[in-house]
């Protein structure tokens, strides 16, 4: 059963325009997500993070979105760039254990046309 | 500082072989974790470690064995190759198992098992 999900795998938008990447989760556990950018044959990269307790994330041209009730995130992307492209993971971390782990989500491809 | 190193980035192997996926990061982080990504899917824990000598289960860890002698090595060990293995295997590490769980991806090591 899929605690993270993105039901989108793939997403092409013209540049200059708006991304927008979702993500939902079912596990009330989670406390905070966070969004990772992956090109390919390299590891994941950090990009953003939200805490629980807060419903926005700002940082440059990225924006988290978090809906608690509907368990829902976004993740937004303006202007989006060329460089932008490539495959987006939403994760979700909770305690379990004797460390915090991340949940991810399948990933969701983004192709940005010039 | 190079980050999070995996070794090799690439191996076929033979059903019932066994190897070793190093791994070894120099940013003094405690906490280190493996993950498999296989196509189509979010990157699934396999174990983690939070310090030297301590290691424990993630969400799939069968077939897998994993030590932590040092702060900076983590390799984790495959004992008897099964197709299912096949897969891109990810070592991270993290500085904090606080709120932001933030952690550093090495590139990975993309496994077959034949």
């Known amino acids: 059963d899929q605690q993270v999900k993105q039901n989108s795998p793939s997403l092409s938008v013209q540049e200059g325009r708006i991304s927008i990447l979702n993500c939902d989760y079912t596990?009330?556990?989670?406390?905070?997500f966070l969004w990772y950018k992956k090109y390919p044959a390299e590891g994941p990269t950090f990009l953003i993070s939200?805490?629980?307790?807060?419903d926005k994330n700002e940082d440059g041209r990225f924006t988290v979105f978090l809906n608690k009730s509907a368990k829902h995130l976004s993740l937004h992307i303006v202007p989006s760039q060329p460089g932008d492209s490539a495959v987006y993971f939403c994760?979700?971390?909770?305690?379990?254990?004797?460390?915090?782990?991340?949940?991810f989500g399948s990933g969701t491809q983004l192709t940005v046309l010039p | 500082n190079a980050g999070v190193t995996q070794t090799p980035k690439f191996r076929i192997l033979k059903i019932g072989q066994s190897m070793t996926l190093q791994c070894t990061q120099d940013?003094?982080?405690?906490?280190m974790y493996w993950y498999r990504q296989d196509p189509g899917m979010g990157l699934k824990l396999i174990y983690y470690?939070?310090?030297?000598?301590?290691?424990d289960k993630g969400e799939v860890p069968n077939g897998y064995n994993v030590s932590r002698s040092t702060t900076e090595d983590f390799p984790l060990r495959l004992e008897l190759a099964a197709p299912s293995q096949t897969s891109v295997y990810f070592c991270?590490?993290?500085?904090?198992?606080?709120?932001?769980?933030?952690?550093?991806f090495g590139p990975g090591t993309r496994l077959t098992v034949l």
């Open positions: 991270a590490s993290s500085p904090l198992a606080g709120v932001y769980n933030e952690q550093f």
């Open positions: 939200i805490s629980s307790i807060k």
């Open positions: 596990n009330s556990m989670f406390d905070y």
């Open positions: 940013m003094n982080h405690n906490y």
């Open positions: 470690s939070v310090g030297a000598g301590i290691t």
């Open positions: 994760a979700a971390s909770e305690l379990r254990g004797s460390a915090r782990q991340l949940t």
